[in-house]
């Protein structure tokens, strides 16, 4: 029976090559290094010369070298990602939050996955369980939950997590966010400054950003003998993924009532936004017949027909605090206890509030 195999052979010219990865202890070897120097250059750590460091780096350029994830786990038993749970990864002002934090942990070996909760409790809990399947080494979590039961899970175990802009009463746990409560007093006494009496307030969420904004809207309104009426506050139930569609349907509301506002407190820029289109598509004028304020700063002034007055949160500044508190929880031997970074928010003034010259 004839052979049905193929019959190979290899020419006496032919050299077969079995490429190697490179191994953090080939570059070791090369350069005369231990691998714990090398591990150190890769992960920028900062007790290494800069010499040493720059001779690491240029081998480990020469050689192409990646490092192997997998391997790095298993014996360091970090994974080396940090995930990031907000309620839309669209919304500027947590865009601009996961850059800076991003920037800080990228230097030191650790990767970023974003997930969204869409302002919906079962989800983010169900995102949370997802991402820490992955083993992440820690979550940072701007919730929308009302209550604590997944962060408290994450708690038992011994699962090291950050919120940031929304606290959750009654949980210890890091926090890192901006002062709400002075960031709507600033905006609500500017507009008073500036001779408004019919302050309306487009409100967010029953979250603590929401509520404290509010709140210093009151406390400013009560300091100043204005009357609080409830009729000039229109509440929105999706201010962060929807927020300029309930900006404009929110100020539509109020130009509908018999008393039309001649100044709003927005909850956030995008919803300030909103309120500026229906305001101008109204026929009327900002900031002469209604003066508008923002909140979030987040850098729209080219694109918007009147530049907005906004309060700055400084989300760089939360996603860089936020960054070296998580790189203490992950790499410390005795992690930080429990605290909150609250950041002091600033009056950013633009043409849409400015009825008064600036002195």
Not at 86 to 110: C, D, I, N, W
Not at 153 to 170: F, H, M, Q, T
Not at 258 to 275: C, K, R, S, T
């Amino acid at each position: 029976m004839p052979n049905s195999k193929p019959d190979f052979k290899i020419p006496h010219a032919t050299c077969i090559v079995f490429l190697m990865a490179v191994r953090m202890k080939d570059i070791a070897k090369d350069l005369g290094l231990s691998v714990v120097t090398i591990s150190k250059v890769l992960r920028n750590h900062p007790d290494i010369a800069e010499a040493t460091r720059e001779r690491v780096l240029k081998r480990v350029r020469e050689l192409d070298y990646q490092p192997n994830l997998m391997a790095r786990s298993l014996v360091t038993g970090r994974s080396y990602l940090i995930g990031l749970v907000v309620p839309t990864v669209l919304h500027p002002f947590f865009a601009e939050v996961a850059m800076a934090l991003s920037s800080v942990v990228t230097k030191r070996g650790y990767s970023l996955l974003l997930a969204s909760s869409e302002e919906q409790p079962e989800l983010e809990a169900r995102e949370i369980q997802q991402l820490m399947a992955r083993q992440l080494d820690a979550l940072v979590i701007a919730s929308c939950a009302t209550d604590t039961a997944a962060l408290e899970k994450l708690a038992r175990n011994g699962s090291p997590y950050v919120l940031i802009d929304r606290e959750i009463a009654g949980l210890a746990a890091h926090f890192v966010g901006v002062d709400d409560i002075e960031a709507g007093r600033i905006a609500t006494e500017h507009l008073i400054e500036q001779g408004c009496k019919r302050i309306a307030h487009l409100r967010g969420r029953d979250t603590s950003t929401g509520n404290k904004r509010h709140d210093g809207y009151r406390l400013a309104l009560h300091k100043h003998a204005i009357e609080y009426r409830e009729s000039l506050v229109v509440s929105s139930p999706w201010v962060d993924i929807d927020g300029i569609r309930q900006g404009t349907e929110a100020i539509r509301k109020l130009l509908a009532a018999d008393a039309v506002p001649d100044a709003v407190f927005a909850y956030n820029d995008p919803m300030a936004i909103g309120a500026m289109r229906a305001i101008l598509d109204a026929g009327l004028r900002i900031p002469e017949d209604i003066a508008l304020v923002g909140c979030g700063n987040l850098h729209y002034d080219g694109l918007l027909r009147v530049p907005l007055t906004s309060i700055d949160q400084h989300s760089a500044a939360i996603g860089e605090r936020t960054a070296q508190i998580l790189l203490q929880l992950i790499e410390s031997k005795t992690p930080p206890q429990p605290a909150s970074v609250i950041l002091s928010p600033s009056l950013i003034v633009r043409a849409s509030s400015q009825r008064k010259p600036t002195l």
